[in-house]
């Protein structure tokens, strides 16, 4: 039977710290950290995942300002509120949450926030220094940094060791395999156009899944002995699922997160650490 990687623990002790930290910091310098979050029409599922941000925020002490903009705002006016962000200096995180409506672009707007304020780490200087490993010089993205937590808080090996990522999106993929990579694994990086995926997996000791498929890894297709991470969320029938069959997998693999209760709420955290970090950084 595996362990299982309890992400609502490893939270609630890094948030505590947290909470410390900010208490500490707005004594220093007179406010606490901020952290804005744009949200662009009324996306359901964006509208709750803003406002666990924000609930997480005022947990810790954090400041929160929200902005909302209707769905038919134009690229010029969304840039324009990132700007006016940019410029205010009692604002240390922008993040602006995504998807947007169809007709505006991501990729610009996020190349507008301030490298120092992108607490999502989604700005190409951040992905830079995620490529070379310059962790303390940046802001990493927070689901592949709540990852690694995970093997730091397990003292979990990774040199030497084969590990897959399946999935290569910008936000969890190819970050977390450049992670894995600085960390001396042996990294493969596994995708939708992935030929014999089993093939791939098998072989893995650090399985790390982020694909939006429900239940796409079963357990034979996992090697004993195996860490398996699930960042997939999906809901089936009204029931929040993983990537993995947990139920299975777990009989084999040495550790594994479950969903809900492992990556997601580290994502949350990450980012509560990337607010107080660039106010830190702002600071000097
Ligand atoms: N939408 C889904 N995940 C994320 C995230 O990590 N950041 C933002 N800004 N939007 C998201």
Redesign the pocket.
Known sequence: MAVILDGKELSKKIRGKLKEEVKELKEKAGRPPALAVVLVGNDPASEI?VRNKIKACGEVGIRSIERRLPANTLQEELNQVVRELNEDDTVDGI????PLPEHLSCREVINYISPEKDV?GFHPVNAGKCLLGLYDEGLMP??PAGVMKFFEEYGIELQGKNAVMVGHSN?VGKPLANMLLNANATVSVCHVYTDDLAHYTRNADILCVATGVPHLIKADMVKEGAVVIDIGISRVNGKIVGDVDFERVKEKASAITPVPGGVGPM?ITMLLYNTVKAFKMRMG
């Open positions: 995942y993040i602006v949450q995504l999502d927070c689901t936000i994502t």
